[in-house]
């Protein structure tokens, strides 16, 4: 198990940009593909984006695709996700979750098996 803690959330005008990050402890993150989702008050937590546990290959939802941007350093054992142009609809708690490198990289939330606690994330119009 992998124990994730996520930061960097905030209040931000639309059209600014927060980077969030997510550091892990427990175990590395070498081993493991990373996403990040987000939950709007009553909605369902949705898929943001996702990276191979290289970083080679990454996965983004349809609406944040050219403006948001996941990366990792591995040997800081964390995540980052870069979210530029952010919109008022974007407001929600934003989580990071860990899933093992065996299963293929996927935008399913039942592929994670770890979740941090989120980080909010307020963007006023």
């Known amino acids: 198990q992998v124990q994730l803690v996520e930061s960097g959330g905030g209040l931000v005008q639309a059209g600014g940009s927060l980077t969030l990050s997510c550091a892990a402890s427990?175990?590395?993150?070498?081993?493991?593909?990373m996403g990040w989702f987000r939950q709007a008050p009553g909605k369902e937590r949705e898929f943001v984006a996702a990276?191979?546990?290289?970083?080679?290959?990454?996965y983004y939802a349809h609406s944040v695709k050219g403006r948001f941007t996941i990366s990792r350093d591995n040997a800081k054992n964390t995540v980052y996700l870069q979210t530029n142009s952010l919109k008022p609809e974007e407001t929600a708690v934003y989580y990071c979750?860990?899933?093992?490198?065996?299963?293929?990289?996927?935008?399913?939330?039942?592929?994670?098996?770890?979740w941090g606690q989120g980080t909010q994330v307020t963007v006023s119009s």
């Open positions: 979750a860990a899933g093992p490198s065996y299963r293929p990289l996927a935008v399913g939330k039942g592929s994670y098996d770890d």
């Open positions: 427990g175990r590395t993150i070498s081993t493991y593909n």
């Open positions: 990276s191979s546990w290289s970083g080679g290959t990454t």
